[in-house]
């Protein structure tokens, strides 16, 4: 279920993707709806690049972001599945086991990219 970035989004996007000019997808010509696509697609370099970036992260932030993913607003469905493991792996570390399962339940529920 797409949404409209908001500014607590923006910020978090601005935060792990400073070289985020504006919030278009260059590829598709839309604006983003997720945070964790465009800093995995569009952003980093590669996984280690994503992997670094996504723990910039403040545990508040992981949360929204795990919170997010849960109801379906938050997608992870177009990611390389090394770049959903590094965010699970960082989600077990810092917040909790039941977190990141919750994580693995939501993105194996089929929520894509664009939803």
Do not use: W
Request: hydrophobic content about 35%; aromatic content about 6%; overall charge negative.
């Amino acid at each position: 279920m797409p949404r409209e970035l908001d500014e607590k989004d923006i910020s978090i996007l601005k935060n792990l993707a400073p070289e985020c000019g504006d919030l278009t997808c260059s590829g598709s010509g839309h604006r983003f709806h997720s945070i964790l696509p465009p800093v995995s697609n569009h952003f980093s370099e590669d996984g280690a690049d994503f992997t670094r970036r996504i723990n910039l992260l403040t545990d508040d932030e992981l949360a929204y972001l795990v919170e997010k993913i849960e109801t379906g607003e938050e997608s992870m469905g177009c990611m390389p599945v090394e770049d959903v493991e590094a965010f699970v792996h960082l989600t077990h570390e810092r917040l909790s086991a039941d977190a990141a399962q919750r994580v693995i339940r939501a993105h194996e529920s089929g929520y894509e990219c664009g939803r």
